[in-house]
């Protein structure tokens, strides 16, 4: 089974930064598109960024464009996503998804076979 285990979460002020890392095994072929979401207490979840199989093409929300890079490692089977300027907006927690849809949107919660258990993002002001 396809296993997603992000790191990398905590607690920051408002300005600092954070390198999430998502850890995949378990499957078979590949590389796959894979993705960042996040999810904040009453809201729904939302993409954050994805990339392709092979890392040449990335999509960005609009709310992180400019401030997070998403990275993979396909060597090493990790996702990565490096967040700078950090707002108390972006506290939610982020989820790993792997393996999208073929011609499913990037940024749908519909698009993505597996998830991760997700990692605590928390900004304070």
């Known amino acids: 089974d396809v296993q997603l285990v992000e790191s990398g979460g905590g607690s920051v002020q408002a300005g600092g930064s954070l390198r999430l890392s998502c850890a995949a095994s378990?499957?078979?072929?590949?590389?796959?598109?894979m993705a960042w979401f996040r999810q904040a207490p009453g809201k729904e979840r939302e993409g954050v960024a994805a990339?392709?199989?092979?890392?040449?093409?990335?999509n960005y929300a609009d709310s992180v464009k400019g401030r997070s890079t998403i990275s993979r490692d396909n060597a090493k089977n990790t996702l990565y996503l490096q967040m700078n300027s950090l707002k108390p907006e972006d506290t939610a927690m982020y989820y790993c998804?792997?393996?999208?849809?073929?011609?499913?949107?990037?940024?749908?919660?519909?698009?993505?076979?597996?998830w991760g258990q997700g990692t605590q993002v928390t900004v304070s002001s």
């Open positions: 378990g499957y078979t072929y590949g590389p796959y598109s």
């Open positions: 998804a792997f393996q999208k849809k073929y011609g499913s949107s990037w940024s749908s919660t519909e698009a993505y076979n597996y």
């Open positions: 990339i392709s199989p092979r890392g040449e093409s990335t």
